[in-house]
């Protein structure tokens, strides 16, 4: 061995210790954050987290990956790097909230630093639709609305709205377009059953998302609506709608006399930005009674790329919220909130990592909706007393002190995970 | 002669004219003859009678007892009871000589014809606080409260006496004319009744529960509610409790226990529930794209063409992906008339990219798709199928398309398996039926269960049942013989070794069987089979939530394990072959 090659590899050396010295301090950093967290107010040892860090010391999830974020929207590839690879050692699906938090994020963060968004996003997309099956479905979907009432709220608060604007109608046209699988509805048949001295007819049209649903799925759907429309006693009919280029007027067969009322849940961040006043001009040529509209409460909208550290920052926002609501209102082991999880992992990918394609799940916040509501033109139409009232107790019957309610008018109420609004529901007249 | 004195005491002694020489002032006695003690003892007894009425009245107002608790035999414990009493009551002078009988209520919807109707206007109906009192304007609902009040302000009053002649009896009518108790023939004939009625029809309901928001006019009713508000306790068929009334609503929307119920009872709406084999043809025939399947099932109608099955009789497309379709119910349904309907919803018949993970709804046809169908999803290990056992009592698509669903779940079916099992149990449990069988149904659940969860992938599970359908035919006789224990007789000396196979296998199998038994023997098993889960259904409420889950497991369930063990002993994962050392 040549004093060359001796040099190359103290060379080598010397880097290996270095970044051996690196690690240990970073795996030192992140103890200390977690201890910290444990023994709140214990003061995690260096790395100035001084400022503010109070009640956040444990959080250290959010932090690292802002950092993380920054080094890739910088291009700083050495700090990135390190970032994920440190993130990478503690990051886990099956930990604490924190640590599955960074495990997601780092996962959609790491597919936009290697430009393989969309590749992981269609794979992801592939396994978890292998797995899927109505009874998979259909379990997650009820547990979390047993669990929680992210979803119910929007139900409860539509449901109400619609029932008001078809008092005395005689014939009724609901058009869905949304992600819950009817399992909207049943409640509404039942309110239609029982309030009514003359029960109506009710016809259902939906349009399943996210596209595409499986159509055996969705028949599956349809005839289970089927079979309790017919034990509830409600004269129903049941079609399905295959895209949203069929919502118009003759493609969905409305007739004079039918009262339509549209239902439009968790839908309108599937469309293309572009494409979503379109959408809501097709609405409005149905001429329904009402419009009711419920949306998760975030605004990932990336005009540019500068806006990237922007969306991230709200990603981050909303999500840290939405996996800290699962894990407080699901018992410790539930698949059921593992499944959510995997949809959320899906969705921030596709979110930050993804971009343009058809595939889209950019949010939008309740006012920015309105905005392009009232643009239709449709105006806001307040919930009753009575569907607040609905609301209210139904938000009683989950945990406590964690839920409540916000009024936002003119258009709108908020559900709020302590004190942050995560759900906007709202009714719309044209 | 403490009666006497009691009565001055109370200045009753006053009022009674007549032959005696009462002293009108002071309790002192005196002597009375024996005739005008006569008199007095029976006037005595009468005024004692108005005074017990005339306390029965104040009674009533002061302390809400019934006036049956007031009618004393001894009228004069009564009286001293209510010594304080001021000596300035007036008396009936009209007694009454017997406590008044208890009124009668009427019927029901049957007011008496001889009552006297009155209608009273809506205000007058609504109006509380009619009696109001001129010094300090407080309102009174009643007169005698108003007349009691009115002491306090020494004003004089007077109270009511019950009226001596026989009291007309009244009836109220609604004064909305649009209700069904405007007409005097529905009257009410309560006031207090009527007055309820017509603010909970015609009324604005101003009292509402803060649990349910569920709203009421009257307060009396939402006071009820409010007390059992969240106590109710709701249970679905599948077994499961829920304390929220919208949870529970949802669930049972698509509660796999809805599909079978309603399959049930259409299974009560059809008539012919054989397997004609004509009839079958024809159905079969008139299926799109099978026409492979079809040669098949026209063999398989036929007794005899039985033993060509096995994995070379069917011509099936074995990977016949692309034409999954659950129609296991189908065959079921081939007298039924509910099978139109499925064929039209079900016409589109792909699904390619979704795979066996989704059974699309089901075609008409019958055995060849259920052959298909088991053919294309390897995995029979969805604890689901197990499900669809309900179907086997006349289900329609829905309940095949439900049990199907999950055929392509992999790695679950042993868990899944068991949950089935003990759901199955439940119902079994909540039924009155009568296993005949010689194992129970439990027992040949679990049985499956234990051995269930390995068998998942075997595609010639089907050929190999198929292959068994042989077996049966020396012994449909038993089958004939019990409905339930038909099933299990099969099992005869065949232990459930291969029970996996039979929790794996999809309904077909059963069905197949049962086909083959409704070939083979037709009509009365398989009438009797269904017989069975019609009387269970027909014994259910419509919702069936307050029967809870007892006709939950209905005829269907009852069949499963029976079905199960038949196959049990018939079907093997291996093979014809293992079939045939078994016979």
Request: one cysteine or more.
């Amino acid at each position: 061995m040549d004093d060359g090659e001796k040099k190359e590899e103290w060379k080598w050396k010397k880097i290996g210790e270095e970044l051996e010295r690196e690690r240990k301090s970073m795996q030192k950093t992140w103890r200390s954050r977690s201890r910290s967290s444990e023994s709140r107010g214990g003061g995690g040892e260096g790395e100035g987290e001084g400022e503010g860090e109070g009640e956040d010391e444990g959080k250290w999830a959010g932090k690292v990956l802002r950092e993380c974020a920054k080094a890739i929207s910088e291009r700083d590839s050495k700090k990135t790097q390190h970032l994920m690879w440190m993130l990478n050692e503690v990051a886990t699906p099956y930990g604490e909230g924190e640590q599955k938090v960074a495990w997601y994020f780092l996962q959609a963060l790491f597919c936009r630093a290697t430009q393989s968004g969309e590749r992981c996003y269609k794979t992801l997309t592939a396994v978890g639709r292998k797995n899927e099956s109505f009874e998979a479905a259909r379990s997650l979907i009820l547990k979390f609305q047993e669990v929680s009432p992210w979803t119910t709220f929007g139900h409860v608060a539509s449901n109400g709205a619609i029932l008001e604007a078809f008092e005395g109608e005689g014939k009724l046209h609901i058009i869905d377009v949304s992600n819950t699988l009817c399992t909207q509805w049943p409640t509404l048949l039942e309110a239609l059953a029982t309030r009514n001295d003359e029960t109506p007819q009710l016809k259902l049209s939906v349009l399943a998302l996210p596209l595409p649903v499986p159509s055996s799925l969705i028949k599956e759907v349809g005839q289970r609506m089927e079979k309790f429309a017919r034990l509830m006693g409600v004269p129903f009919q049941f079609n399905v709608i295959s895209a949203f280029s069929q919502i118009t007027k003759e493609a969905l067969g409305l007739q004079d006399d039918e009262a339509i009322a549209v239902n439009c849940v968790g839908a309108f961040r599937r469309v293309q930005v572009q494409e979503r006043d379109n959408l809501i001009l097709s609405f409005k040529s149905l001429s329904p009674k009402v419009v009711t509209v419920v949306e998760e409460e975030a605004d990932f909208s990336i005009s540019t790329q500068e806006d990237f550290l922007k969306c991230f920052h709200e990603c981050l926002k909303f999500y840290t919220l939405y996996f800290e609501m699962l894990e407080e209102s699901f018992p410790p082991t539930s698949n059921e909130r593992l499944m959510l999880e995997r949809e959320c992992s899906r969705s921030i990918i596709r979110v930050l990592a993804c971009c343009g394609g058809d595939c889209c799940e950019i949010r939008e916040r309740g006012v920015q909706w309105s905005q392009r509501l009232t643009n239709a033109p449709f105006s806001p139409t307040p919930f009753s007393d009575d569907v607040l009232d609905d609301v209210k107790a139904l938000l009683k019957r989950y945990q406590p002190g964690c839920w409540s309610l916000l009024l936002s008018p003119p258009s709108g109420i908020y559900l709020t995970w302590k004190d942050q609004p995560v759900v906007w529901a709202s009714a719309w007249k044209p | 002669m403490h009666k006497y004195s009691s009565l001055a005491l109370f200045g009753i002694g006053r009022c009674i004219k007549g032959p005696s020489t009462l002293p009108s002032s002071g309790p002192t006695p005196c002597s009375l003859t024996e005739t005008e003690t006569e008199t007095f003892e029976t006037s005595l007894f009468a005024s004692a009678h108005c005074l017990a009425t005339l306390s029965n009245i104040v009674y009533s107002q002061l302390f809400p007892l019934s006036n049956m608790q007031m009618m004393p035999g001894d009228p004069f414990s009564l009286s001293t009871s209510i010594g304080g009493f001021t000596q300035e009551q007036n008396t009936n002078p009209n007694p009454k000589p017997n406590p008044p009988p208890k009124k009668k209520r009427n019927l029901p919807g049957t007011p008496d014809p001889d009552a006297e109707v009155i209608a009273l206007s809506p205000k007058t109906l609504m109006a509380t606080n009619r009696f109001i009192c001129e010094i300090c304007n407080k309102g009174f609902q009643r007169d005698q409260n108003l007349q009691l009040h009115r002491r306090g302000h020494n004003l004089p009053w007077k109270l009511r006496q019950r009226s001596n002649k026989e009291v007309r009896k009244k009836v109220y009518i609604c004064p909305e004319q649009s209700c069904v108790h405007h007409d005097p023939a529905r009257a009410l004939g309560d006031l207090t009744g009527i007055k309820k009625h017509f603010s909970r029809k015609h009324g604005e309901k101003k009292w509402k529960c803060d649990k349910c928001s569920k709203k009421y006019a009257v307060q009396s009713d939402w006071k009820a509610h409010t007390k059992t508000c969240g106590t109710r306790e709701y249970k679905c068929d599948c077994g499961t409790l829920f304390s929220r009334k919208d949870s529970f609503i949802t669930h049972r929307a698509f509660c796999d226990a809805l599909a079978e119920e309603s399959a049930r009872l259409t299974s009560v709406t059809t008539t012919n529930l054989n397997f004609k084999s004509e009839e079958g043809a024809s159905v079969m025939n008139s299926q799109h794209g099978l026409g492979r399947g079809l040669i098949s099932a026209q063999g398989l109608q036929n007794v005899s063409g039985i033993p060509q099955f096995g994995p070379h009789g069917f011509r099936l497309d074995f990977n016949g992906m692309e034409q999954q379709r659950p129609s296991l119910s189908l065959w079921l349904n081939q007298g039924n008339p509910h099978m139109n309907n499925n064929n039209n919803i079900n016409s589109n018949n792909s699904a390619p990219d979704v795979g066996p993970n989704y059974m699309s709804s089901c075609s008409s046809s019958g055995l060849p798709e259920i052959v298909q169908m088991a053919q294309a999803n390897a995995l029979m290990g969805s604890s689901s199928m197990v499900s669809n056992f309900g179907v086997l009592a006349g289900s329609n698509s829905t309940s095949a398309n439900l049990s199907l669903s999950s055929l392509g779940k992999r790695g679950e079916a042993g868990g899944t398996v068991v949950d089935l099992a003990s759901i199955y149990h439940s119902e079994g449990q909540n039924n009155n039926s009568k296993p005949a069988s010689p194992m129970s149904a439990t027992a040949l659940l679990q049985k499956a269960a234990q051995m269930g969860s390995t068998r998942s992938t075997n595609p010639s599970i089907f050929s190999g049942s198929f292959g068994v359908m042989n077996s049966p035919s020396s012994q449909t006789t038993s089958l004939n013989n019990n409905n339930n224990g038909g099933a299990a007789m099969m099992l005869g000396s065949n232990t459930a070794t291969d029970f996996s196979s039979l929790t794996h296998s999809s309904n077909s199998f059963d069905q197949l069987v049962m086909q083959t038994n409704g070939q083979l023997q037709s009509e009365p098993v398989k009438l009797k089979l269904h017989a069975n889960a019609v009387e269970h259904n027909l014994t259910r409420d419509f919702l069936g939530v307050s029967g809870g889950g007892g006709g939950g497991g209905g005829g269907g369930p009852q069949f499963l394990p029976q079905e199960l063990a038949k196959f049990a002993s018939m079907g093997s994962p291996m093979g014809l072959s293992q079939f045939t050392s078994n016979r």
